[in-house]
């Protein structure tokens, strides 16, 4: 049978009534959506998920870990039911956390369902299909071919990748600031991460039921600057080490009990706040951050620092105040950039030879510690403008340090029964603007005193002096000088040094020149 040339079939039908109201109920019914979630609201969604499931996860596994105290009249039984109730306590939380994060996720689904629907009723209606061949709609009726077409268009339009900004603070009615949930952080990092932001800033605004980050954080590529201070953060995900170009870092004020192995990995950083948290120790891979110049580790409950705090070869400042420092690691001496250093408050008894290494050090304090005696090595700390060992055990201040001659503040008050003589040769520190010996046993100040002749501050009280007279102490540094020179003990000295160097009858006015 031979077949119709092509010039010859049927012109194509016009589509019923039927269809055409069923593609407008389509259209209707899919245009009656809310907005469809964004891909950054999925994905934070998916993280907080993840990030929960593993804080849940960890807590769980702590619980379970957990042993009876020996010798504890507490019934098994009794205690078993304690686990189980922190474990379901557990798992309330993080269902209530969970809770708005699943449902964007299943409102997700669905919407991937509405999409499937619409992109099969998209290629039914324009023929685009193998199973099924459909009338095609005519010019007249191209208005509805246009329609179905946009069913497309919107679909996609819902997929497009819009970032709006979310401002990690969000203002409440009150003027209060609305904190924001483990949910709300993973949006910001989502858009932070599109947008390509460099710096973040979350500074007493995540919950306080907000224990971990989002382990998306790592998304955070192009960040250099991020403060998540005064929070309550416990820990921080391995996925931190993400954060490739941060060179600054701010955790004080959190709750964390340890850094991750990987944070070692963060090899860019120049200034890590992490004072006032319940740190112990820090992870092995730490001494690899040798771009650092600042790191704060202050108020934490430290007893040691590990060896490889000696790598740290850029530092210029470390405060490791408030701690239980029991002694420093003898590398300390390579971290030759190092021009401040705080101990205070801690439990030293001594500092390593190596603090002579520090060629670059100009204030050193470790004031409120156990310290009966400072390094030999002193000496070679040429560049130090100020010392504070107040409030500790010293017996004895060395000789060595006279030779420290860019000094200009010293604190040796509140030794109490300790100390009880100055070095003779103090006279060295020509630069010497402070001196402190409150509360000492210090009887005599030495011959050479006299040579201070840029002392402004003389502190003394409720220290014994016999030479020169309490009374005279009261009235000022250069009176004490003046007394020293001029006492008998000070006039034969005086003699004997004018003898060496210039002979006799040289006079006295060089010593009472003002200052």
């Not at 946009?150 to 409440?172: C, D, I, Q, W, Y």
């Not at 340890?258 to 948290?277: K, Q, R, T």
């Not at 390579?334 to 250093?341: D, E, G, I, Y």
Request: with cysteine; proline share 6%.
């Amino acid at each position: 049978m031979a077949t119709r040339p092509e010039s010859e079939k049927d012109p194509p039908q016009p589509p019923s009534r039927g269809f055409l109201a069923t593609v407008q109920e389509i259209t209707r019914i899919y245009s009656s959506l809310p907005p469809r979630p964004s891909i950054e609201e999925v994905e934070a969604a998916t993280s907080t998920v993840d990030t929960l499931n593993n804080e849940e996860q960890i807590k769980l596994n702590e619980i379970s870990m957990q042993q009876q105290p020996p010798h504890d009249d507490v019934p098994q039984d009794l205690f078993s039911v304690l686990q189980q109730l922190k474990k379901t306590m557990v798992l309330f939380h993080t269902h209530q956390q969970r809770r708005d994060a699943l449902y964007l996720l299943e409102l997700e689904n669905m919407f991937q369902t509405f999409g499937d629907l619409i992109q099969r009723a998209s290629e039914l209606v324009s023929g685009d299909t193998q199973k099924q061949k459909l009338p095609t709609i005519p010019e007249e009726h191209a208005v509805i071919t246009e329609e179905s077409e946009t069913l497309v268009k919107e679909e996609e339009g819902r997929h497009k990748n819009v970032f709006h900004v979310v401002k990690p603070s969000l203002s409440a009615g009150d003027g209060s600031t609305e904190k924001l949930s483990l949910m709300k952080v993973a949006t910001v990092i989502e858009s932070c991460a599109g947008s390509g932001a460099t710096i973040l800033e979350l500074r007493g605004k995540l919950v306080d039921q907000m224990e971990w980050l989002p382990v998306s954080i790592g998304k955070l590529s192009d960040v250099t600057e991020m403060d998540l201070s005064e929070n309550r953060l416990m820990a921080l995900p391995t996925t931190i080490v993400g954060l490739k170009a941060l060179t600054k870092l701010d955790l004080h004020s959190n709750q964390l009990i340890n850094l991750p192995h990987s944070f070692g990995e963060l090899i860019n950083l120049v200034d890590l706040d992490l004072h006032a948290n319940k740190l112990k120790s820090l992870p092995a891979t730490f001494g690899n951050l040798t771009n650092l110049t600042d790191l704060d580790l202050s108020s934490n409950g430290f007893t040691d620092l590990p060896e490889t705090i000696g790598n740290l070869s850029s530092l210029k400042r470390l405060n490791v105040e408030t701690n239980e420092l029991e002694e420093l690691p003898y590398t300390i001496g390579n971290c030759s950039s190092l021009s401040v250093l705080k101990l205070d408050l801690n439990q030293l008894k001594a500092l390593p030879e190596a603090i002579g290494k520090l060629e670059c050090l100009e204030i050193l304090t470790l004031h409120y510690n156990r310290v009966k005696r400072l390094p030999s090595t002193m000496d070679n700390l040429c560049n130090l403008k100020e010392l504070d060992v107040s409030f500790n055990e010293l017996e004895f201040v060395p000789e060595s340090l006279c030779f420290a001659t860019n000094l200009k503040k010293l604190n040796l008050g509140k030794n109490f029964a300790d100390l009880r003589a100055l070095p003779a040769s103090i006279g060295n520190l020509e630069m010497l603007e402070e001196l402190d010996i409150s509360d000492d046993q210090i009887k005599a100040l030495p011959e050479s005193f006299r040579f201070l002749s840029k002392l402004r501050v003389f502190r003394a009280d409720e220290t014994p002096l016999d030479l020169p007279p309490r009374e005279l102490v009261k009235l000022g540094s250069q009176l004490c000088s003046i007394w020293l020179i001029l006492s008998p003990r000070g006039m034969q000295n005086l003699c004997h040094q004018r003898r060496k160097r210039r002979g006799f009858g040289s006079g006295f006015a060089p010593y009472f020149a003002p200052n």
